[in-house]
Nanobody, 117 residues
Framework: QVQVVESGGGLVQPGGSLRLSCTVSVRVFGILNMGWYRQAPGKQRELVATVAITGTRNYADSVKGRFTISRDDRKKTVYLQMNNLKPEDTAVYYC???????????WGQGTQVTVSS
């Protein structure tokens, strides 16, 4: 069974940085398009950033220039480097893995990020 496990969340002051990691227990990681999503209290889940199997990256306008998504296929891990964090970035961050070869779609349990002074 495929498992998606996020880590790296926590409490940080405004202007600070965090790096989230997401490791997928799957036989072939290279066929997965990966993404980070977030959900703040009382709001819908929204896209933060994606990185395709080609390496193409996509970001929400609200995080462009502050967040960087990357992947290490050998480690079966995707990262989200978050800089200059703002209180409005506070949310549960979820990792998503979508197969490029089948309808398979996997989610992690989420990791809490809180930006507060």
């Amino acid at each position: 069974q495929v498992q998606v496990v996020e880590s790296g969340g926590g409490l940080v002051q405004p202007g600070g940085s965090l790096r989230l990691s997401c490791t997928v227990s799957v036989r072939v990681f290279g066929i997965l398009n990966m993404g980070w999503y977030r959900q703040a209290p009382g709001k819908q889940r929204e896209l933060v950033a994606t990185v395709a199997i080609t390496g193409t990256r996509n970001y929400a306008d609200s995080v462009k220039g502050r967040f960087t998504i990357s992947r290490d296929d050998r480690k079966k891990t995707v990262y989200l480097q978050m800089n200059n964090l703002k209180p409005e970035d506070t949310a549960v961050y979820y990792c998503n893995a979508k197969s490029a070869k089948s309808p398979d779609d996997y989610w992690g349990q989420g990791t809490q990020v809180t930006v507060s002074s």
